[in-house]
């Protein structure tokens, strides 16, 4: 099982940015996915989470400009991202519980990280 998150890049202050994180390979369900960040000289940090019957929660800092969902068929996670700030520049990672089997608990995944950065 791999998360694959794509959708990084460059962008001045008040625009936007959607990532994506796809989860693949042999896996029964997906539980919760969530999206973190990690600036320089900082410690990673929640962004948002969606669980598997789409509630979700936010960070304080990003509520009201960013938005996460899900497309359950494709197993995948977004992140919208509007309004953009220099402060949000950092690694984001995507993060998924999945399960393999009925039987096996969720297991916490990670994804490879892309790189957010917000400079005009």
């Known amino acids: 099982v791999q998360l694959q998150a794509s959708g990084g890049g460059l962008v001045q202050p008040g625009g936007s940015l959607r990532l994506s994180c796809a989860a693949t390979?042999?896996?029964?369900?997906?539980?919760?996915m969530g999206w973190y960040r990690q600036a320089p000289g900082k410690q990673r940090e929640l962004v948002a989470r969606?669980?598997?019957?789409?509630?979700?929660s936010y960070a304080d800092s990003v509520k009201g400009r960013f938005t996460i969902s899900r497309d359950n068929a494709k197993k995948t996670a977004y992140l919208q991202m509007n309004s953009l700030e220099s402060e949000d520049t950092a690694v984001y990672y995507c993060?998924?519980?999945?399960?393999?089997?009925?039987?096996?608990?969720?297991?916490?995944?990670w994804g490879q990280g892309t790189q957010v950065t917000v400079s005009s």
């Open positions: 390979g042999n896996m029964y369900s997906v539980k919760t």
């Open positions: 993060n998924g519980f999945i399960t393999q089997s009925f039987f096996i608990p969720a297991r916490e995944y």
């Open positions: 969606i669980s598997g019957d789409g509630s979700t």
